[in-house]
């Protein structure tokens, strides 16, 4: 079936370290986009990047959809960053379903 | 400035009654789904609409149907609550297919 595999799982980092989080994907898409849940639940859009690299201050993002994978990049990570980040991605041969993967739990120390 | 809206964003309820989970967006998008979000599986689709009088299943679609008779809203009911049903649910609304999601602020219920 359709997969979207985040990784690693969790990670913990202190603050001012720099992260790379993994997004790979089963099958095509035509778009892919980043989200950051913050500790109150809330999801927040971070890109929408159907392919190449998109940058906002010190995340940016890059996606390969003939390689069916994409990357976040956290640099200098402030305690606020901490949440857990999820892609999500609408399948073509699935009817454009948007499907997510289980996230990556990110946790930065003070 | 355009929004999602949910409510109630806290409910508790008994195991067979009827709950109604109201989706109401002003983007004027075609697109709404909801999903819901437990520990270990992350967001999982429930249905979604294309547009109005448009419904589809998605990955968990038993025990909840939805309606669309116009663009702005997306109820999700839950015909007999079950406790399996304890979640946070979600609505999103999107422009046309495979665009940018937008998400509302999560409704969380409990079914004792």
């Known amino acids: 079936g359709i997969q979207v595999e985040q990784s690693p799982p969790d990670l913990i980092l202190q603050e001012g370290a720099n992260s790379t989080l993994r997004c790979n994907f089963s099958?095509?898409?035509?778009?892919l986009q980043w989200f950051h849940q913050n500790p109150w639940g809330q999801l927040i859009n971070l890109f929408y990047i159907p392919s190449g690299t998109k940058q906002n201050g010190r995340l940016s993002a890059t996606t390969v959809a003939t390689e069916r994978y994409s990357l976040l990049y956290i640099s200098s990570s402030q305690t606020t960053d901490s949440g857990v980040y999820f892609c999500?991605?609408?399948?073509?041969?699935?009817?454009?379903?948007?499907?997510f993967g289980k996230g990556t739990r990110l946790h930065i120390l003070p | 400035d355009a929004e999602i809206t949910q409510s109630p964003r806290h409910k508790i309820t008994e195991t067979g009654r009827q709950v109604t989970l109201a989706c109401h967006q002003t983007w004027n998008h075609n697109n709404m789904f909801w999903y819901r979000q437990d520990l270990g599986h992350g967001l999982r689709l429930i249905h979604y609409s294309y547009g109005v009088q448009d419904t589809n299943k998605g990955e968990v679609s038993d025990g909840y149907s939805v309606s669309r008779s116009n663009t702005e809203d997306l109820p999700l009911t839950l015909e007999s609550a079950a406790s399996s049903q304890t979640s946070v649910y979600f609505c999103?609304?999107?422009?046309?297919?495979?665009?940018?999601?937008?998400f509302g602020e999560g409704s969380r219920l409990t079914v004792l």
């Open positions: 999103a609304s999107s422009d046309y297919r495979g665009t940018e999601l937008f």
């Open positions: 999500a991605a609408p399948f073509m041969n699935r009817d454009d379903k948007i499907i």
């Open positions: 099958d095509s898409v035509n778009n």
